[in-house]
């Protein structure tokens, strides 16, 4: 994991200082509603429907456990014993007083955190694989590209002020966790035929009110013009984004209304003047990737005879360990997924107390490190085989262990109505109606890979034109209502969800959703997944089922 | 008035003309529409020149002619627009402008930092009580984690 040295503590530190100064600034006076909007969005500050929100920033969705015991710490101290995390890796806090951010950077800074960026027409945190230099499709691990990222657009002075915001992600694997191709930029780490490892770079995707798949700019970038490419690409859509109407001044509008060619020779004759003299050098490289080391992983792992007796004795083990652990490449190791879908509990969401008790297991089973994944649950990425037993317990006890990664019921969420300022709908109370409903984990695990996606309104945080079935909150006439898509995906085969029909009226949702999977049960066929299913037979089966008693 | 140039407080010698003013004597600021409709009269204006640019304009415009603009304003009408910085990064970068390039307009206090690094040396503030503030702010950050101008 990427350790501060004393430029970037010092870096932090002076932004906390200068948003100090921000802060007392607009409350003195100096600074109107608007200037002062700009500024602390910069900073992660939004005001919402009860009180502000904070989102603070998690670099490629990596934690460590000191990192993790003060989130807690504010959590307690400056929220309601909990906090939230996001689909872009990040956290947010719900309920912390304008006046006291100021103090809330400062706890961060000493824990090498900050929450510079994390909202903002400017530049995101750089997100990526959740099981990053531990998977084992992976072609090179990407988490060193990451931060070299990271530092490259943090307080980047050129851009930003851009004409919308801009997310970048990142993937080394074959398989993309990522949700790569819906980022303003993609980045894929390949290997060209000599086997040097370089970068598939892809622009212009996005979800939100218009969602489109990123299209690839250039198949293959060598590694040391990695920078000089983003800053073209940047360069380009500041000066040429559109800045009249912010629901058309994401780059993936400038790629569309310009055309993929046209772009292109934009940022290839612009990138042609600055490549030279802005190289990445092999030793910068080798600095950043000395800091993503494997740990000290025990040879004898694989030598373990207890697990597969855990695993014949408790059934109840036996489903975790099927549904909430991944295959790791070192022999004897697994990813353990850490559930933040359990059914009575908002998606995402964790208290005080369950983020400092997962940051002991951290460090007792996982090297000290968590990360978070783009689908809001947690991952322990490095443990030994023979402590899953007792971890699983420990999570159990937690309320941190439903086994559901990957079904139906680990649904992304938004948190809707009931805190956002912008949502239209409730998002919340739809998920829990709808995990009610599903409360026999046999028949959610007959089902399988279903991805639901649910956001209170089309700015979609939750990526519900993605899901395999999303669910989209809409007002009419004061009252919400809800419109189904299905056939999304974020993952390699990226789609866009078609829509089901009319929206259905809140009441409706659940019956809706238990319906879709239902002609799912009936006609699928064998071991065929939803999402086949429905590039098979299209939306009809499912819409007759649906609207038939309308 | 007084304004910020190369982190010292000095008289501003220009006098910003409208594009119907008639010209003075002395250091003129001219909007960009101008210096292109009048440019062989104004090569002849014997003080300085000055040239304003607005986020829409282009900066490419100007690129052949740099060697007699003595002072480039970036003209914020609106602080969110980022296209002045690139503006600055291209005169700097691209065009390799050696002159004055000056904030004026709508930008933040809390954006000096940022303009200083695309190359922005000089700024003109709204109220002269901001001079100090433009002062100190200059030195938001004392390190930085990309190549820019500065």
Redesign the interface.
Known sequence: MYQYNE?DQ??VE??AT?YRR?TEDFLKGELTED?FR??RLRNGLYIQTHAPMLRIAVPYGLLNSKQLRKLAHIAREFDKGYCHFTTRQNVQFNWPELERVPDILDELASVQMHSIQTSG?CMRNTTSDHLAGVAIDEIEDPRPYCEIIR??T??????????RKFKIAVSGALQDRAATQLHDIGVHLVKNDAGETGFRILVGGGLGRTPIIGQVIRPFLERKHL?SYLEAIL?IY??FGR?DNKYKARIKILVKETGLEQFSEMVEAEWR??KDG?ELTDERIEVIKAHFTPPLYDANASQDQSLAAQLSANPAFATWYQYNTAAHRVPGYRAAFISLKAPDSPPGDMTDTQLDAVADLADRYSFGKIRSTHRQNLILADVKQADLFTLWQTLTSLKLATPNIGTVTDIICCPGLDFCSLANAGSIGVVQEINEALDNIDYVHDIGDVKINMSGCMNGCAHQSVGHIGILGVDKKGAEWYQITLGGSSENEAAIGERLGPAVARDEVTQAITTILDVYVKQRQEEESFLDMVKRVGITPFKERVYADH | MQIIKDNAIIEDTYTTLADDANLTSGDISISLARWKRDRELLLAHPGKLGVRILAADTTADLASDLKHIHLIELDFADFADGRLFSHAWLLRGRYHYQGEIRATGHYLMDQVFYLSRVGVNAFKPAKAEQLPTILANLHDFSVKYQPSIV
Do not use: K, S, V
């Open positions: 430029q010092t870096l002076e932004r200068q921000q200037q700009a500024l027409n530092q490259w943090t307080l980047h002075p050129e851009f930003d002020y851009l004409p920078l360069r500041n000066l800045r003047q600055i802005m």
